[in-house]
């Protein structure tokens, strides 16, 4: 299959999965596919992340001064990504890089509470996304646990979402 084929098909999901217009779809689709790439990271997962975090918004910015799809805050990542990050793209491949690195450094979690009803691709990332979301650093808290749990809830639907469109 082609890099274009691949791209438009992924579209069509992000499309009917998030309600997203066709245009939006198309240009996201390929930020998410190179980043999840670049990342070794499932597509569907990343896609859900941007959704869940800015439902596909290029220049929005949350009270804690995140930026962008992928919600980067620059203060702690610019160093560790560099580029722009109010541009999408660089944004999205700065996510990638985040979720990817807290994968790496969180190890197994197979034996957490609530870690096996979800999909593998959530289970597999299911560390680096609470990390992802209320930060490393409160693991164990109380934070980490509710608040990682609802965000991780909230990435498995997108993940359904996704794996559920029918093409």
Known sequence: MTWEMERLIFAEKIQQAFDVSAPR?????GWILEGALQQDLPPELLASLVFAESSFRKA???????????QIRSNYWQSFC???LNDPEQNIHCGAQILSRFRDQCGDVSGVPGYSHFSSSVRD?????KSYNVGPSTRGSALWHNAGMRYLDKIE??????????L
């Open 25 to 29: 779809a198309i240009e996201f689709s």
């Open 60 to 70: 929005v910015q949350s009270s804690m001064g995140a930026i962008g799809p992928a």
């Open 82 to 84: 560099g580029g722009n």
């Open 125 to 129: 990332h299911f560390c680096a996304l």
């Open 157 to 166: 639907r997108g993940v359904s979402q996704l794996q559920n469109v029918q």
